[in-house]
C-alpha cells in the first residue's frame, strides 16, 4: 500500500518538475524572439516650390511706373504671395524680379552691377531695400505720417476715411494706442457726423467705425453713402440734411446721444 502511495507521488513530482523545466523553455523562447519594429508613418516628400506655383496666383508684373502706395502695395502683394506658397529667401529674388518689366527692369540691371561693383549681395533684403528707395523712398514715408496726423474725412464715406487712416498708421512711428486711434477717427469726421458721434465717447474702435456709418446712413441715405465718391463738385459741398437727436435714437437705438440745449 505504502509502496503504490510513494510510486503515486514520485510521478506527481516528475510531473511538476516537467512543467516547470517546460515553462523555463518557453520564456528562453520569447527573450530570444527578435521584437518586432512598429511600422513607421511614410512621410511624402517635400516638393520643392516652383515658378509655376508662384504664378498660379496671378502676381502683378511692376513696370515702376507707380506712385509710391502702387509701389508699397505691389512689394506687398508679393510677400503675401511668398507667406502662402512658403518659398525660400532666393525664390523669393527670383520671383520678384521676374515680375519686373520695362523701366523697373532696366532699373534691377543696373542696380546689381552696382551692387556687385560695392560688395553689396545681391539677395532678398537687399532688393527690397533698393526698391524702396527708388520707389517709395524716406520722403514720401513722411509725407504719409504728416497725411496721417492731419487726415480729415472731407468728401470720403466713412468707410474711404477709415481704410486710409489704417494704411497711414503704418507710417507713424509712435505706438498708437486704441483710444488715440478713436480721437484721431473723430477729430477728422465731417461736423455732421461728429456732432453725434463725440458724445458717445466710444473707446473701442471697430464699434467707433460702425456707428460712424450707421450715422451717415441717417444722415445722408444708404444709396448716396454707397455712390461712388466724387471730388471737386458742387454737390459735395453742400451741406448734408441734418438729423436732429430724437430721430436718430428712434432708428438706431443702440446709441444714445443727449440732445444739445
Not at 509502496?3 to 507521488?9: D, I, L, P, T
Not at 527670383?94 to 518689366?101: G, I, K, N, Q, S
Not at 560695392?118 to 533698393?130: D, L, S, T, Y
Amino acid at each position: 500500500m505504502w509502496r503504490a502511495q510513494a510510486m503515486a507521488n514520485m510521478r506527481r513530482r516528475n510531473t511538476v518538475g516537467d512543467d516547470e523545466i517546460a515553462n523555463a523553455i518557453h520564456r528562453m523562447v520569447d527573450t530570444m524572439q527578435p521584437v518586432i519594429a512598429q511600422p513607421r508613418a511614410m512621410i511624402p516628400p517635400v516638393r520643392p516650390v516652383t515658378m509655376e506655383d508662384f504664378m498660379r496666383h496671378k502676381p502683378t508684373k511692376f513696370s515702376g511706373k507707380a506712385t509710391p502706395d502702387e509701389a508699397d502695395a505691389w512689394l506687398r502683394e508679393c510677400e503675401k504671395i511668398f507667406w502662402v506658397i512658403e518659398c525660400i529667401k532666393a525664390q523669393k529674388l527670383t520671383f520678384a524680379t521676374f515680375l519686373l518689366v520695362t523701366n523697373a527692369e532696366y532699373w534691377w540691371m543696373g542696380m546689381q552691377q552696382q551692387m556687385q561693383t560695392r560688395e553689396e549681395e545681391v539677395n532678398w533684403v537687399n532688393f527690397k531695400k533698393r526698391l524702396q528707395e527708388k520707389y517709395f523712398p524716406d520722403s514720401a514715408k513722411h509725407k504719409r505720417k504728416a497725411e496721417f496726423l492731419t487726415l480729415q474725412q472731407g468728401t470720403m464715406s466713412v468707410q474711404a476715411y477709415m481704410e486710409r487712416i489704417e494704411y497711414l498708421a503704418r507710417f507713424y512711428s509712435h505706438a498708437v494706442i486704441e483710444e488715440w486711434r478713436c480721437k484721431k477717427f473723430e477729430g477728422g469726421l465731417k461736423h455732421e457726423l461728429r456732432h453725434f458721434i463725440v458724445p458717445l465717447r466710444v473707446r473701442e474702435f471697430p464699434v467707433l467705425v460702425e456707428q460712424a456709418k450707421s450715422v451717415e446712413q441717417l444722415e445722408m441715405g444708404p444709396s448716396r453713402v454707397n455712390r461712388p465718391q466724387k471730388t471737386n463738385t458742387k454737390a459735395d459741398n453742400r451741406r448734408s440734411p441734418r438729423v436732429n437727436p430724437s430721430q436718430l435714437r428712434k432708428s438706431y437705438g443702440a446709441i444714445t446721444v443727449e440732445e444739445s440745449t
